[in-house]
């Protein structure tokens, strides 16, 4: 898949104010400060089309993006980290978890891990949360240009051995970097797939 057009449609803090659910739509979702927005730029190839911010969660709504008129990337608010008090955190979760579970046009969320960091906590029970949901997910491991390769297997099996205490087969994932557009094509080919199998 190529993405040809990428344009910005419409921001909201609520699933009742998305976009008619008639075409299908992919969401990112991550920790702030996680690359998000460099990752969706680089897949896009568009350098400003999620705004990228130094300040953990800068991003506080549901951001819908239209991909080649045929498909929506969504952009989800960051979680954790971010500076904000506990009953505005609490309404930011239920707002996410409002539009994963009612989205019926949602085929994937791809949840993007640090490939720095040791297995997180909240990027954990993220995953398992989604495994009880049965919500279909991908793990997107970020910023792998930042570490050796030895480095970057050890995280990398570190997350897998996390997993494998709650998960008998693991979630898919893929290897990914903004700055090198590493794990590009491999995002695209599962989106062409899965888009291929609903049409």
């Known amino acids: ?14 699933h009742l104010k998305c976009p008619p659910a008639d075409i299908p739509e ?6 702030s ?10 897949l896009t190839g568009r350098k400003a089309l999620a705004k990228i911010s130094g300040t953990p969660g800068k991003t506080q709504l549901i951001n819908h993006f ?5 498909w929506y990337l969504v952009d989800l608010p960051g979680y954790g980290f971010a500076k ?5 955190r ?7 978890w409002n ?10 969320s791809f949840i993007l891990v640090d490939a720095r960091l040791e297995p997180q906590k909240a990027d954990l029970e993220l995953i398992n949360v989604f495994g009880e949901e049965g919500l279909p997910f991908v793990v997107l491991f970020t910023k792998i240009d930042k570490l050796s390769k030895r480095k970057l297997s050890v995280n990398v099996e570190n ?15 893929i290897l990914t970097s903004a700055k090198t557009g590493t794990g590009k094509e491999d995002i695209l080919a599962y989106i062409d797939e899965t888009l291929e199998q609903i049409n």
């Open 159 to 173: 997350y897998r051995k996390k997993l494998s205490e709650q998960w008998e087969e693991l979630p898919l994932s």
């Open 33 to 42: 400060n996680v690359g998000k927005s460099s990752l969706i730029n680089m």
């Open 84 to 88: 904000i008090s506990k009953s505005i």
């Open 99 to 108: 539009y994963l579970i009612n989205r019926s046009n949602l085929i994937t």
């Open 1 to 14: 898949m190529q993405i040809k057009q990428a344009r910005f449609v419409v921001s909201n803090t609520n």
């Open 66 to 70: 239209m991909i080649n008129e045929k």
């Open 26 to 31: 992919y969401a990112f979702i991550g920790r």
């Open 90 to 96: 609490q309404k930011w979760e239920n707002m996410i």
